[in-house]
């Protein structure tokens, strides 16, 4: 397995690494640690370069499996057992951290407004969308909700990274803001993210370290999706 630099260390921006797997049908290479995001939950995978030696390889996919994290490269393929550094597109991984963040805690602003869950969501560097069961929805909520959202974007709250085993993380279901538990059924650890006194839940994905960090943001549009589901989409304002 990898070790997944990404879910301690949010930060880290490069990692030396030994190739240990390849899939040369494929282009692909498995290595024995990363800094590169898979993808899942909504927020998309990394992008970035491989060297080895004096030789860039860009990275334009990443996903992992249950042999651990694959590295999708443009160029000739390392062999098993070589050293490579890696390095990501730093600037979209943390535009895309401060929209994740972003995203978390407008779930909570929703949530305790309405008490509603998040029936879906997708972010890219910038942009976010999520939805929500949300019939008693009022137009002119949307401004109130914005405001909310900023204020507490402001407040700087500390966002903190912990780990649950299994067995205590089904004890709370409050770690789960979405309608449907999504946790894979072979999970023995939940990694949950913690927006201190406003969200906090199950996540995989990388987050800023606190909500000062995000900005402030615009609430582009609420759209009805029928039948009392609800479409918010934002963005970052700079």
Not at 38 to 65: F, K, M, N, S, Y
């Amino acid at each position: 397995m990898t070790d997944k630099i990404y879910s301690t260390a949010a930060y880290a921006q490069t990692m030396d690494a030994t190739v240990v797997g390849t899939d040369v049908d494929d282009g692909r290479v498995l290595l024995d640690r990363t800094v590169f995001y898979p993808g899942g939950g909504g927020q998309p995978h990394d992008i970035g370069e491989l060297w080895v030696g004096d030789d860039r390889l860009a990275v334009h996919r990443v996903t992992a499996d249950r042999e651990g994290v694959w590295h999708w490269v443009r160029g000739s393929l390392p062999s098993v057992g070589t050293r490579v550094r890696g390095e990501l597109d730093w600037d979209r991984r943390y535009r895309i951290m401060r929209t994740h963040t972003a995203m978390h805690a407008m779930c909570g602003v929703v949530w305790r407004r309405y008490q509603v869950p998040v029936t879906g969501g997708n972010m890219d560097a910038g942009e976010g969308r999520l939805d929500f069961e949300l019939p008693q929805w009022d137009s002119e909520d949307k401004p109130i909700v914005e405001a909310e959202l900023n204020a507490q974007l402001q407040a700087r709250l500390p966002v903190e990274v912990s780990f649950l085993p299994r067995e205590e993380a089904d004890k709370d279901p409050g770690l789960i803001r979405t309608k449907i538990n999504l946790l894979p059924s072979g999970l023995t650890e939940v990694r949950v993210i913690d927006i201190v006194g406003l969200d906090r839940q199950a996540d995989g994905g990388t987050h800023v370290d606190s909500t000062g960090e995000v900005g402030t943001i615009s609430l582009a549009t609420v759209k009805s999706k029928g039948r009392g589901f609800r479409r918010f989409r934002f963005t970052l304002d700079t």
